[in-house]
């Protein structure tokens, strides 16, 4: 008996295994994901991704419509959620450590072309002249403007092997033609404190580019110094600095609060309040503080420029910040690519939401910051017209460059 059923079983498995495959032929591929998802939006997009594998009349490569589909999506919720690709991904968070090899710029994105900012110290770009304000529309005779791209993408074109070399075409303010410049890439320091230096006998002065991982660290380092030196005030230079990581934020204002001030909070889609405050003895918490800023202070500076404010321990100097009050996290989507969502609001200690309108959509949003100089004088590019063909045209009508 024993031995009549090991002579069955292989046949019954093989039977299983017919009927299996015989299934699996007469299901359509199309309605298969129905047994794995009972969500119908989520459906409907992977329905349609099978159709184009499967059915499309060419070969087509699908991640890149699931890129340019979570890009889509994300452009329709804020202008600070991103996604970023697996291959830009490291470049992404270099930019937060260390150092890099590049040209040595910070930049904004407006409309699909590369704003500097400013050059960062020491590297190629400052030896050869860039300044902020430039826009860098060709990068060895590729158009790096109206790519449709994120900044973190822009920044494949900019960096590159040490010592190899790019030919960049610059549009600068004021000036008619394009301007070109030969960069040999570098390696680019980065430090988030770039200056320390007492302003006279009492007043202390401290330049922050960025918060980023070892910003706190620079700073407690530099305010220390400066304490040695005597002063009794600080000048807290947060002019041009975008943001960065949060933590480091409320790490150097807990320097200037005492213990229990309220240094921000955060509020989430379901109304949930999360309070952040002082614990622990700051540096300079007995000194007064003025904190620099202009329109391209934004998120974190803003977070520190508001905490000290809003507790009378601040005074602010300066043109009107940037107004970003949005908070992000970053999130792995499993393939090596990540998304950076908007998950709350920030408010400042008096209740303060900073966050300027972004309804009228992000190419409105962005070019809120982008300053032109016309006959000696700040402009904003709200009163500037610019076409599609990349002609900056001035409110009189005058064409200022013409590119194609």
Same mark, same amino acid.
């Given at each position: 008996?024993?031995?009549?059923?090991?002579?069955?079983? @292989?046949?019954?498995?093989?039977?299983?295994?017919?009927?299996?495959?015989?299934?699996?032929?007469?299901?359509?591929? &199309?309605?298969?994901?129905?047994?794995?998802?009972?969500?119908?939006?989520?459906?409907?997009?992977?329905?349609?991704?099978? *159709?184009?594998? %499967?059915?499309?009349?060419?070969?087509?490569?699908?991640?890149?419509?699931?890129?340019?589909?979570?890009?889509?999506?994300?452009?329709?919720?804020?202008?600070?959620?991103? *996604?970023? @690709?697996?291959?830009? %991904?490291?470049?992404?968070?270099?930019?937060?450590?260390?150092?890099?090899? =590049?040209?040595?710029?910070?930049? *904004?994105?407006?409309?699909?072309?590369?704003?500097?900012?400013? @050059?960062?110290? =020491?590297?190629?770009?400052?030896?050869?002249?860039?300044?902020?304000? /430039?826009?860098?529309? *060709?990068?060895?005779?590729?158009?790096?403007?109206?790519?449709?791209?994120?900044?973190?993408?822009?920044?494949?074109?900019?960096?590159?092997?040490?010592?190899?070399?790019?030919?960049?075409?610059?549009?600068?303010?004021?000036?008619?033609?394009?301007?070109?410049?030969?960069?040999?890439?570098?390696?680019?320091?980065?430090?988030?404190?770039?200056?320390?230096?007492?302003?006279?006998?009492?007043?202390?002065?401290?330049?922050?580019?960025?918060?980023?991982?070892?910003?706190?660290?620079?700073?407690?380092?530099?305010?220390?110094?400066?304490?040695?030196?005597?002063?009794?005030?600080?000048?807290? /230079?947060?002019?041009?600095? @975008?943001?960065?990581?949060?933590?480091?934020?409320?790490?150097?204002?807990?320097?200037?609060?005492?213990?229990?001030?309220?240094?921000?909070?955060?509020?989430?889609?379901?109304?949930?309040?999360?309070?952040?405050?002082?614990?622990?003895?700051?540096?300079?918490?007995?000194?007064?503080?003025?904190?620099?800023?202009?329109?391209?202070?934004?998120?974190?500076?803003?977070?520190?420029?508001?905490?000290?404010?809003?507790?009378?321990?601040?005074?602010?100097?300066?043109?009107? &910040?940037?107004?970003?009050?949005?908070?992000?996290?970053?999130?792995?989507?499993?393939?090596?690519?990540?998304?950076?969502?908007?998950?709350?609001?920030? %408010?400042?200690?008096?209740?303060?939401?900073?966050?300027?309108?972004?309804?009228?959509?992000?190419?409105? %949003?962005?070019?809120?910051?982008?300053?032109?100089?016309?006959?000696?004088?700040?402009?904003?590019? /709200?009163?500037?017209?610019?076409?599609?063909?990349?002609?900056?045209?001035?409110?009189?009508?005058?064409?200022?460059?013409?590119?194609?």
């Amino acid at each position: 008996m024993k031995n009549k059923k090991n002579i069955y079983t @292989p046949l019954l498995l093989g039977i299983a295994c017919a009927i299996g495959v015989f299934m699996g032929g007469k299901i359509n591929y &199309s309605s298969s994901d129905q047994l794995f998802s009972s969500n119908p939006k989520k459906e409907k997009l992977n329905r349609l991704i099978d *159709y184009i594998d %499967y059915e499309y009349v060419d070969n087509v490569n699908t991640d890149s419509i699931v890129d340019v589909t979570v890009n889509t999506i994300l452009k329709g919720l804020d202008p600070h959620s991103v *996604y970023i @690709p697996e291959q830009e %991904y490291d470049n992404v968070s270099q930019n937060m450590k260390g150092d890099f090899v =590049g040209i040595g710029v910070s930049f *904004y994105s407006v409309e699909d072309t590369i704003m500097v900012i400013q @050059p960062l110290e =020491g590297g190629p770009s400052e030896k050869i002249g860039i300044r902020g304000g /430039d826009r860098i529309l *060709y990068a060895n005779d590729k158009a790096l403007f109206n790519l449709g791209v994120s900044s973190d993408s822009l920044t494949h074109f900019l960096k590159g092997r040490q010592g190899s070399n790019v030919e960049l075409k610059v549009k600068r303010p004021g000036q008619d033609d394009l301007l070109s410049f030969n960069v040999k890439r570098d390696h680019v320091p980065i430090k988030s404190v770039e200056a320390v230096y007492m302003l006279n006998k009492t007043v202390g002065y401290i330049k922050i580019n960025r918060f980023a991982e070892s910003t706190y660290e620079e700073f407690d380092a530099a305010i220390k110094a400066l304490k040695l030196m005597g002063a009794k005030e600080i000048a807290l /230079d947060l002019r041009d600095n @975008p943001g960065g990581y949060l933590a480091e934020a409320i790490n150097i204002a807990d320097e200037f609060l005492k213990d229990d001030k309220l240094i921000l909070f955060t509020k989430n889609k379901s109304g949930a309040i999360e309070k952040t405050f002082a614990n622990r003895k700051g540096d300079f918490e007995d000194g007064h503080v003025y904190v620099l800023i202009n329109e391209n202070s934004a998120s974190a500076s803003e977070v520190v420029a508001g905490a000290l404010q809003d507790n009378d321990v601040g005074t602010i100097i300066g043109r009107r &910040s940037y107004g970003k009050g949005l908070v992000q996290r970053e999130m792995d989507l499993g393939d090596g690519s990540a998304v950076r969502l908007t998950i709350a609001r920030y %408010y400042t200690p008096t209740g303060r939401s900073i966050q300027k309108p972004y309804e009228n959509g992000n190419d409105n %949003y962005f070019r809120d910051y982008e300053r032109r100089y016309e006959n000696g004088e700040l402009k904003s590019i /709200d009163s500037i017209k610019v076409d599609d063909s990349l002609k900056y045209v001035t409110p009189g009508g005058k064409v200022v460059y013409g590119g194609g």
